[in-house]
Every structure is written in structure tokens, then in C-alpha cells.
């Protein structure tokens, strides 16, 4: 089994900056791409940022220019540093790892996810 834990939540005002950090731990032999996903009440999740695991990065209109995303690949951990942020970016963010564990083949590799870690932006 795979757990994935994100810690860096929290509150701050509009203009603020958080970093997001996700640990992926438990039997895993590769993990492909890592991202970040949030959602909003009442909205569906949506993509924020994704890297794979050469670091080709991929963001939504909506944090480009104002987050990065980065990993280390030997410690299975994902970040994301937001800047600028807006009462808009309030949501539960979750960390997701596309993994293959140990003793599995290839084909059968398995997204993952974190449990979520809450991002409120005061205005």
C-alpha cells in the first residue's frame, strides 16, 4: 500500500504565500507523474499543477505565473509554493502520485491521493 500525507495548509490573507508539501510513503518502486488538485464547496476537483518525474511541469490558467511546482524524487515528495494568492484559491488542495509498487508490474500501475489539506485566503 501507498500513503501520500500533505501538510502546509492553512490561512492567510490575499497576497499571502504557501507552500504545500506531499510525502509519498509504503511500498513503492516508481512513481510517474505527481500533482496537485483542489477543490472548492461546491465545485468539482480540478487540476492545479502536475510534474513528471523528469520535471516537465504542467499548471491551470488560474495559478500559471503565480505557483510552482516542484519534487524530489528521492524523497517521493511534491511541493507547491503558491504566491499572490487569492480569496479564490480557497479550497481543499490534494496531492496525487501515479505509482507502481513493489512486486507489481507496470500495468498496473495506481493513482493516489492525500487526504487533503485546506487553503482558506482571507480578503
Known amino acids: 500500500q501507498v500513503q501520500l500525507v500533505e501538510s502546509g495548509g492553512g490561512l492567510v490573507q490575499a497576497g499571502g504565500s504557501l507552500r504545500l508539501s506531499c510525502v509519498a510513503s509504503g511500498s513503492i518502486f516508481s512513481i510517474n507523474a505527481m500533482g496537485w488538485f483542489r477543490q472548492a464547496p461546491g465545485k468539482q476537483r480540478e487540476l492545479v499543477a502536475s510534474?513528471?518525474?523528469?520535471?516537465?511541469?504542467t499548471y491551470s490558467n488560474s495559478v500559471k505565473g503565480r505557483s510552482t511546482i516542484s519534487r524530489d524524487n528521492a524523497k517521493n515528495t511534491v511541493y507547491l509554493q503558491m504566491n499572490s494568492l487569492k480569496p479564490e484559491d480557497t479550497a481543499v488542495y490534494y496531492c496525487n502520485a501515479n505509482v507502481r509498487e513493489i512486486n507489481l508490474s507496470e500495468l498496473r500501475r495506481k493513482d493516489y491521493w492525500g487526504q487533503g489539506t485546506q487553503v482558506t485566503v482571507s480578503s
Open positions: 510534474i513528471t518525474s523528469g520535471g516537465t511541469t
